[in-house]
Antibody, heavy 119, light 107 residues
Framework: EVQLVETGGGLVQPGNSLKLSCATS????????MNWIRQTPGKRLEWLAQ??????????SYLESVKGRFTISRDDSKSSVYLQMNNLKEEDTAIYYC??????????WGQGVMVTVSS | DIQMTQSPASLSASLGETVTIQCRAS??????LAWYQQKPGKSPQLLIY???SLQDGVPSRFSGSGSGTQYSLKISSMQTEDEGVYFC?????????FGSGTKLEIK
C-alpha cells in the first residue's frame, strides 16, 4: 500500500521558518518525481515545487512566488521529501500536501499538514 | 502562466444523471490535463490523466475528453459517492496550475 505522511506543520509567527517532511512507502521512491502542493483556506490548489530523481540530477522547479523562500529536498535513503519554508507570511497559511508524479499529473497524495502563519 | 478556467463553479445532479464539467486552458496544453476528485476533509484523488486515461481503480462511469484548450469530465450516471469538488490541472508547463474547482452535489 502506498503511503505518504506529512509532518512538521503548526502555528508559526510571520517571518519565522518551518520545515515539512513527507515520509513515503509502498512505491519506488528513488525514481519518483516529488512535489509539494498547498490548498488555501479558500480551497484553491497551488503547486509549489517539484524535485526530479537522481537520473535527472535532482532537477528542481519552483513556483516563482516562493522561489528564494522555500526549498525542496529529498533523501532517497529515507524515502522522504522535505520543504524548508523561510520568512513565512500570513498568505502561506494552507494545508500542505506532498505528492508523486505520474504522466504530467499527481497520482499519490499525502493526507496533508496544516500550516498557520499568524501573530 | 497557463490559466485554467472551470465551469460551472457548482452544480447539483440527480442520481443516475449524466454530469459534465468543463475546463478551459489559456493556451494549448496538448492533452496534458488531469482531473481530481476531493471529498470533505480528504486529499484530492486522481481520476483522469492525459485528458482521457482512467486512473487505476476509478469507476468506468468517469471519462475525460478534449484537446487543445478545451477539456471535459463526464460522469455517466451520478452516484451518491460522486459528491465532492472536482479540479482540473495542466501538467504541460511550469508552474503547474489548477482550475478553481467545481462543487458537485446530489439534487
Amino acid at each position: 500500500e502506498v503511503q505518504l505522511v506529512e509532518t512538521g506543520g503548526g502555528l508559526v509567527q510571520p517571518g519565522n521558518s518551518l520545515k515539512l517532511s513527507c515520509a513515503t512507502s509502498g512505491f519506488t521512491f528513488s525514481t519518483a518525481w516529488m512535489n509539494w502542493i498547498r490548498q488555501t483556506p479558500g480551497k484553491r490548489l497551488e503547486w509549489l515545487a517539484q524535485i526530479e530523481d537522481k537520473s535527472n540530477n535532482y532537477f528542481i522547479s519552483y513556483l516563482e512566488s516562493v522561489k528564494g523562500r522555500f526549498t525542496i529536498s529529498r533523501d532517497d535513503s529515507k524515502s522522504s521529501v522535505y520543504l524548508q519554508m523561510n520568512n513565512l507570511k500570513e498568505e502561506d497559511t494552507a494545508i500542505y500536501y506532498c505528492t508523486s508524479n505520474w504522466e504530467l499529473s499527481f497520482d499519490y497524495w499525502g493526507q496533508g499538514v496544516m500550516v498557520t502563519v499568524s501573530s | 502562466d497557463i490559466q485554467m478556467t472551470q465551469s460551472p463553479a457548482s452544480l447539483s445532479a440527480s442520481l443516475g444523471e449524466t454530469v459534465t464539467i468543463q475546463c478551459r486552458a489559456s493556451e494549448d496544453i496538448y492533452s496534458g490535463l488531469a482531473w481530481y476528485q476531493q471529498k470533505p476533509g480528504k486529499s484530492p484523488q486522481l481520476l483522469i490523466y492525459g485528458a482521457s486515461s482512467l486512473q487505476d481503480g476509478v469507476p468506468s462511469r468517469f471519462s475525460g475528453s478534449g484537446s487543445g484548450t478545451q477539456y471535459s469530465l463526464k460522469i455517466s450516471s451520478m452516484q451518491t459517492e460522486d459528491e465532492g469538488v472536482y479540479f482540473c490541472q495542466q501538467g504541460l508547463k511550469y508552474p503547474l496550475t489548477f482550475g478553481s474547482g467545481t462543487k458537485l452535489e446530489i439534487k
